[in-house]
């Protein structure tokens, strides 16, 4: 189905009712046509963190939980997110036996919807941790260019002469990532990490590049496999992880994850500004 048919950035009633049919898997084919042949597209998680997760128990006494999704990468679908917040509002007035009994309703209606095995995991609300970033924060070098829509041919190496044929393994940051929702021209920011073995990169080329997305509209899961595919196909490392920590909107966050080696798939983390 079209985004377009989505509820995203329109008026909306909230269900009241349990509504496993209001979400809307939306295909993943379309934007990977570009870069079908990096394997690493399709290796990986999509993390969410839902921060406004209720329901009854059998006794009808509300229950309040905060949720992490974990969506394989080779799922044909993803699923929108105003989509994803409605169907758990839908479940806020419903009764559950068990909370295993609500985590088994959840992840087989997101499973159906990403034709793909969904897990979900529900911490108390005060037990989901603040990570510090680990790495190189490369937020302050300073760019040779800068533009505002994706732009791969500013990526390059470093060109100092006692790198110039280095081998590298590393692990860089940047907090400067922002896009937009391609629907509703929102504005999403996030933290971007790369984990790179390979011919030793140019910093601040890939300052410039992250910065290249202000403009950009594109899922978060959209935008991480550009990002992805731009780097492992113009600077041809040996390994490379990419990883976005998008800040919360409606109460969900979006942490798409891709990796060329599944050796480099970290664990899921949280950081201050999610």
């Known amino acids: 189905m079209s985004v377009e048919q989505s509820l995203l950035g329109k008026e909306t009633n909230y269900p009241t009712t349990y509504q496993p049919e209001i979400l809307f898997p939306i295909s993943r084919a379309q934007a990977r046509e570009q870069y079908a042949e990096v394997e690493?597209?399709?290796?990986?998680?999509?993390?969410?963190?839902?921060?406004?997760?209720?329901?009854?128990?059998?006794?009808?006494?509300?229950?309040?939980?905060?949720?992490?999704?974990?969506?394989?990468?080779?799922?044909?679908?993803?699923?929108?997110?105003?989509?994803?917040?409605l169907y758990f509002n839908s479940m806020n007035f419903t009764q559950f036996d068990s909370r295993q009994a609500f985590i088994d309703t959840v992840e087989k209606d997101l499973s159906q919807a990403a034709q793909a095995p969904v897990t979900l995991t529900l911490f108390q609300v005060d037990d989901l941790d603040?990570?510090?970033?680990?790495?190189?924060?490369?937020?302050?070098?300073?760019?040779?260019?800068?533009?505002?829509?994706?732009?791969?041919?500013?990526?390059?190496?470093?060109?100092?002469?006692?790198?110039?044929?280095?081998?590298?393994?590393?692990?860089?940051?940047?907090?400067?990532?922002?896009?937009?929702?391609?629907?509703?021209?929102?504005?999403?920011?996030?933290?971007?990490?790369?984990?790179?073995?390979?011919?030793?990169?140019?910093?601040r080329s890939i300052l410039a590049y992250i910065i290249s997305y202000r403009q950009h509209n594109g899922f978060h899961e959209q935008c991480v496999e550009q990002i992805f595919a731009d780097i492992w196909q113009n600077l041809k490392p040996e390994k490379l992880m990419v990883y976005a920590t998008y800040t919360r909107r409606g109460g969900l966050d979006i942490n798409p994850c891709r990796v060329s080696d599944e050796s480099w798939m970290p664990s899921p983390i949280r950081l201050a500004r999610q």
């Open 130 to 203: 603040i990570t510090k970033p680990t790495g190189i924060c490369i937020d302050d070098q300073e760019p040779d260019c800068l533009v505002n829509h994706p732009d791969a041919s500013l990526l390059e190496f470093d060109q100092n002469t006692s790198n110039t044929d280095k081998n590298v393994e590393i692990q860089l940051f940047s907090h400067l990532l922002r896009s937009n929702c391609p629907v509703t021209g929102q504005p999403d920011w996030g933290t971007v990490f790369i984990r790179y073995q390979g011919k030793k990169p140019c910093y």
């Open 40 to 85: 690493g597209i399709y290796q990986g998680q999509d993390w969410w963190h839902v921060f406004e997760i209720s329901w009854l128990n059998a006794k009808g006494i509300p229950q309040v939980a905060i949720g992490r999704i974990a969506l394989p990468a080779t799922s044909p679908n993803l699923i929108e997110s105003k989509s994803l917040k």
